[in-house]
């Protein structure tokens, strides 16, 4: 049996034994998770470089030991506003469709191992043809949901341009 959630599949096939290892994250009270194999390097936050006509998710760009990256603010991404950056927040480098990019987070939690067994689909109402969630795991009395980097990256979520400004 194969469950489709938007681009990504789920197969049945796959041993009982398989795991994910996830990198979680947290922004406000909600935590993330990515694959551990899509993390670069986890950085402290440095001020980027606004640019022109960005989506509103796209913080500006940074200099990454010569490598220019554009930097998401997740927390636009995910409704919740402009994050104001302190030296508090991070920076998760990744490498996502063969482009670096990184994703402003308030903090980094921990790397898991997660039974694929334990992945769950997310609500339809988390689905829409922009969805940014992948998959829902139970880690004790946490719900990480598992984040699609390419509909991150891509659209960016459901922040309109006229409810954001651009401080950095």
Known sequence: MTLQLGEKHFSSAQPESAV????????????????????????GWQATTPLPHAAPH???????????????????????????????????????????AGLLVDSVSDIVDVPVSAVRPAPDLER??????????????DIVALLDLAAVIRDGGVESPARTARPN
């Open 20 to 43: 994910r290892r996830i990198v979680t994250f947290k922004v406000g009270d909600r935590t993330f998770g990515i694959d551990v194999g899509m993390v670069r390097e986890i950085k």
């Open 58 to 100: 796209v913080r500006g760009v940074l200099n990454l030991r010569g490598v220019i990256l554009a930097v998401y603010d997740l927390r636009t991404s995910i409704g919740l506003g402009l994050t104001d950056a302190t030296a508090t927040h991070v920076i998760v480098v990744v490498d996502i469709e063969d482009k670096v």
């Open 128 to 141: 829409d043809e922009h969805g940014l969630i992948e998959g829902l795991v139970l880690l004790d009395t």
